[in-house]
């Protein structure tokens, strides 16, 4: 038996959205995320979500070493508020520091570059600017255990590309154990919430 061509793409395209997997909470339809580099390079993903990762610690150890969690969300969280970032575009502003690290061969001392600000742009030009702090912990997880502790590690952008390969970008680090974006073909300065 022959198929056109054609035939075979709408195949193709209604198994592709038959096999997505869509959180019960996700937004319909989420538009494409354009995520552009340091470098200039722009990626655009679709069925995208943010990703916060955290730690859980138990009273008496460390957050550093506690086990990880994700929590998807499709809102920029800065501290306690919880920002829609559909239609918006989120610019990543970055500073220049010096790190030493010490090793057998001697002290290397390096560039590197921090978030310090995120801006949220809308379409009506109007912007808002947020230092970069961890979000609250009752935005992360409903219930904690007394005297458990909980440590934001990254805000992450995961999606997928225009082939369907599965993407993730680090966009922002909430502590000195994790860093995103160490060179700038990794390091994303925008990403633009496509409605």
Request: hydrophobic share 40%.
């Amino acid at each position: 038996m022959r198929t056109s061509p054609g035939a075979l793409t709408a195949v193709l395209l209604a198994l592709a959205g038959l096999s997505g997997s869509a959180s019960a909470d996700a937004p319909a339809d989420r538009g494409t995320a354009l995520v552009t580099l340091e470098d200039g390079t722009s990626v655009p993903l679709h069925n995208w979500s943010l990703s916060y990762e955290y730690g859980i610690a138990k009273q008496g150890t460390s957050p550093l070493f506690a086990p990880t969690a994700r929590k998807p969300a499709w809102e920029f969280y800065a501290g306690k508020k919880a920002l829609p970032v559909a239609g918006q575009t989120l610019t990543i502003a970055y500073s220049e520091t010096m790190r030493s690290t010490e090793s057998d061969t001697g002290i290397k001392t390096e560039r590197i570059k921090t978030p310090r600000e995120v801006t949220l742009a809308g379409a009506d030009g109007k912007k808002t600017a947020f230092k970069v702090e961890p979000p609250a912990r009752e935005l992360l997880a409903e219930s904690l255990e007394k005297g458990t502790t909980l440590m934001a590690r990254t805000l992450d952008l995961l999606g997928e590309t225009i082939t369907g390969t599965k993407k993730d970008f680090c966009l922002l680090s909430y502590t000195a154990v994790v860093e995103c974006g160490g060179t700038a073909a990794d390091r994303v300065v925008k990403v633009e919430f496509q409605r």
